[in-house]
Nanobody
Framework: QVQLVESGGGLVQPGGSLSLSCATSGRTVSMGWFRQAPGNEREFVAALNKISKTTAYADSVKGRFTISSGAKGTLSLQMTSLTPDDTAMYYC?????????????????WGQGTQVTVST
């Protein structure tokens, strides 16, 4: 059984940086980060295949966010140059198949989320 637990969210000023982590248990190869702001649908942020290191990013975060995997299978999201538009609940997700995906419905496991607020 796969379990995902996010951490690292918080309040940051515009232009600042924040790093999110997702602790994983169980076998996870293809993983992603998604976000959801109030009143909006859940949207793709970034995805990673932990074996091939293949990555994908949403256009809105490309060049500012970096997805990576580390020790014990932890998934990370490094976020820089944050703007108020980045404010959302951020979710870690994992798929049962190796191919990465930008579609929330294609992910089988989800964490509870961690809140990121960008504001003065």
């Amino acid at each position: 059984q796969v379990q995902l637990v996010e951490s690292g969210g918080g309040l940051v000023q515009p232009g600042g940086s924040l790093s999110l982590s997702c602790a994983t248990s169980g076998r996870t190869v293809s993983m992603g980060w998604f976000r959801q702001a109030p009143g909006n649908e859940r949207e793709f942020v970034a995805a990673l295949n932990k074996i091939s290191k293949t990555t994908a990013y949403a256009d809105s975060v490309k060049g500012r966010f970096t997805i990576s995997s580390g020790a014990k299978g932890t998934l990370s999201l490094q976020m820089t140059s944050l703007t108020p538009d980045d404010t959302a609940m951020y979710y870690c997700a994992a798929r049962s198949v190796p191919a990465i995906s930008t579609l929330p419905k294609s992910y089988d496991y989800w964490g509870q989320g961690t809140q990121v607020t960008v504001s003065t």
